[in-house]
C-alpha cells in the first residue's frame, strides 16, 4: 500500500478529507492516505513541500503560486475551492474601533511577512483607497497570536478566515467591523513534482475520490445533512455552517484554464506579491482525471 501524506489547515474546508479517510475510501484503492495538520497555515505548508513532509497540501491559491515562482518543486494540480475565501477584518473585542475606516493607518497583524493575512491587509487597504507601501505590520505566527496581539493592543486589527474567527465574535473576543473576499478562488491542491513523476496513478486516484466526496455537499439536502456535522466538529453554529455551505462552491475535477491563471497572476503582480509575468506551464500539472 503507497504512503501519501496531505496537509492543510485545521478548518472546516477540510472536513471532506477527513470523512474519505475514516470511510477508507482511500485504502479500497490501495493507498494509505496520512492527513497532517498545519495551524501556522501556507508558510509551513509550503516549507513541508519543500522539505519532502508532506507530498499535498490543500493550500491557498496566491500562497502557493509566489513560493512555486521562488522554487518550490511543487505544481498546482487541481483547484479545490473555486469561491473567495470571505477574510473576516477584526478589532479586539473592547477597541474603540467600529468600522473599517477607522484602521486607516493603524498596525495589522499578520501571520507571517508574505501571508495571506498581510496580503489581504493590501487588498483591503486598496479597496478602500488607503496608502499601500506604508502599511504597518505586527507578526503573530497564527490565529492565537492574533488574539494575543489584539488583546495585548500590539496590533489594531487582523484578518483571518470569517467562519474560522465566528465563535471570537460571539464570544466578544473580537469585533468584526467587515469583511473581504479574496479576488481569485480560495483554495488549490498542489503536489510535490517527485510525487507527479513516481505516483501519478495514485495521485489520479486520490483526486477523483475527494472530488466526488465535495459533490455531496452541493445540493440544498446534502447541506442541511452535512451542516450538523460541521457544527460539531469545529465548533461553529449550525446556522452559520449553513451560511459558509451556501457561499462555497467546490471545484470537482474543473481544470484551472491558462486565462484564470494569468488573471491571479496580473491580480499578485498588482499588489507585490510576485515581480514577474509566470508561465502557466511552469506552476501547473494538470492531470488527466
Known amino acids: 500500500m503507497k504512503t501519501i501524506t496531505v496537509g492543510g489547515v485545521p478548518e472546516h474546508f477540510n472536513l471532506p478529507w477527513h470523512l474519505a479517510i475514516e470511510e477508507k ?42 513560493d512555486i515562482s521562488e522554487g518550490n518543486p511543487s505544481k498546482i494540480v487541481q483547484t479545490y475551492v473555486d469561491s473567495p475565501l470571505i477574510w473576516g477584518i477584526h478589532t479586539a473585542g473592547k477597541s474603540s474601533y467600529e468600522t473599517i475606516e477607522d484602521l486607516e493607518g493603524k498596525t495589522a497583524a499578520i501571520s507571517r511577512i508574505g501571508s495571506g493575512s498581510q496580503l489581504m491587509a493590501k487588498v483591503n487597504a486598496k479597496n478602500h483607497h488607503w496608502e499601500t507601501d ?49 479576488p481569485w478562488p480560495c483554495f488549490v491542491i498542489a ?18 475520490i475527494i472530488n466526488s466526496k465535495t459533490k455531496n455537499f452541493d445540493t440544498f439536502e446534502n447541506k442541511q445533512k452535512y451542516s450538523k456535522m460541521f457544527s460539531e466538529r469545529y465548533e461553529q453554529k449550525e446556522e452559520d455552517i449553513l451560511k459558509w455551505l451556501k457561499l462555497t462552491k467546490w471545484n470537482q475535477g474543473e481544470k484551472l484554464n491558462k486565462k484564470e491563471f494569468e488573471e491571479i497572476i496580473s491580480q499578485l503582480i498588482e499588489y507585490n506579491v510576485i515581480d514577474k509575468e509566470l508561465k502557466f506551464s511552469e506552476f501547473t500539472n494538470l492531470l488527466y482525471l
Open 25 to 66: 475510501l482511500f485504502e479500497s484503492e490501495n493507498i494509505n492516505l496520512v492527513w497532517k495538520d498545519f495551524p501556522g497555515g501556507t508558510g509551513a505548508m509550503n516549507k513541508a513541500l519543500r522539505s519532502g513532509e508532506i507530498d499535498i497540501a490543500i493550500i491557498l491559491t496566491e500562497g502557493v503560486i509566489k
Open 134 to 182: 506604508n502599511l504597518k505590520f505586527e507578526i503573530v505566527g497564527n490565529l492565537q497570536g492574533g488574539i494575543d496581539a489584539l488583546t495585548e493592543g500590539r496590533a489594531d486589527y487582523f484578518m483571518w478566515e470569517h467562519f474560522t474567527t465566528k465563535p471570537l465574535v460571539d464570544n466578544g473576543t473580537f469585533n468584526r467591523v467587515g469583511d473581504c473576499p479574496t
Open 191 to 208: 503536489v510535490r513534482d517527485e510525487i507527479l513523476d513516481s505516483n501519478e496513478e495514485e495521485i489520479v486516484k486520490i483526486l477523483r
